[in-house]
């Protein structure tokens, strides 16, 4: 009998995902009861600029090449957030409706938006997403504050914008050069998902 394996969706923003965050999904795919099963581009001006669906499949498909276990063909779809009073970004209806007929077990939010809402209830096993989303700026406060260390987490979301820990961790801060104190800070934290 064949084991029931785990799908989980990706929320990004920007169509060139950083390599942290490509490492984070490799991870999660070495595993083989782990598949992508949709991809989510909110939304943006960047967005609207690209040539079509057929371009951002052609480049995502060039870099997960090489992805083991990438077997299944994943979907990918655009979705609108609407932000609300709370400066969460909550997603229309029709989205949610597109997004739950996937049948996703997690969520990882990759992108810039403070997600909120019923997106956070759709998944069994919720949305997550890394100390202010993909916002690493803290990691730049914690050199300019001379900060002896680097706080970092992964949260699973609720609604009431409350965040769980689902892992932390405290890292040296490397104070002389914001970009290795970052890369120090995210080769770490690409791990998590993947623990979790």
Known sequence: MKKKGLRFGIIYDNIYIEGWQLNCIKKMLENELVEVGLMILIDTKQSKQTVGKE??????????TSFTNLTNDFS?????SEKTETGEDHFTKADLEKVKSYELNFILNLSSKNIGG???NLPEFGVWEFQNGSNLTP??????NEEPVSFAALHLLSHQNEQIILKKGYFSTIKDSYKKNREHITSAISDWPAQV
């Open 55 to 64: 371009l951002l499949r052609s480049i995502l498909t060039i870099k997960t």
């Open 76 to 80: 990918i779809i655009e979705c609108h």
């Open 118 to 120: 019923e997106i956070v």
């Open 139 to 144: 990691y730049f406060w914690g050199i300019y």
